[in-house]
């Protein structure tokens, strides 16, 4: 369910919806979570939704990006914003207009508005491995960690 998640990621809920319902009924058919709801077997395996680890995706090939992991030739150019006047962390991307959905939901736009969000002490991790557990440290907090339904900072949906 999530390979290739930074080429496709559905941006219509209801794609969004038929994509959890995958892992819903995967957690239904353990003995333990039979009888509760979606939300809850997901606290109870401490096991985040699908809609965060497509978005958590994103953020690791970004910060790849941004830190030259990937071969120069494959990776696409995210521009940087070099106005340091504004608030957030030290990486914040440019954000460009789209005037279709083709654009808009692309990965290099998608991308942008989550990655401006985050604070500069993940942005700024030493390597991969500190910035996974600095992202999931730091989101885990957040509703939409066990919950699809609910708003993402910086995302579209």
């Not at 998608?110 to 401006?116: A, D, E, G, L, M």
């Not at 885990?140 to 995302?155: E, L, M, N, P, T």
Request: aromatic share 12%; glycine share 4%; proline share 3%.
């Amino acid at each position: 369910m999530e390979y290739a998640h930074s080429v496709w990621n559905s941006c219509s809920i209801g794609t969004i919806h038929d994509i959890e319902r995958v892992q819903k009924q995967a957690t239904k058919s353990i003995k333990q979570c039979k009888h509760m709801t979606y939300k809850d077997r997901l606290i109870y395996l401490q096991l985040p939704t699908l809609r965060y680890r497509r978005l958590r995706g994103d953020m690791i090939d970004v910060y790849k990006i941004m830190n030259n992991l990937y071969a120069v030739s494959v990776a696409p150019i995210l521009p940087r914003n070099l106005d340091t006047r504004t608030r957030g962390n030290s990486c914040k991307l440019a954000v460009g207009r789209s005037r279709l959905d083709l654009r808009k939901y692309s990965f290099c736009n998608r991308v942008i508005s989550t990655w401006n969000t985050l604070p500069n002490s993940i942005v700024t991790s030493v390597s991969l491995n500190s910035f996974k557990c600095n992202l999931d440290s730091f989101w885990k907090q957040h509703d939409f960690y066990f919950d699809y339904r609910s708003v993402i900072a910086g995302s579209y949906h």
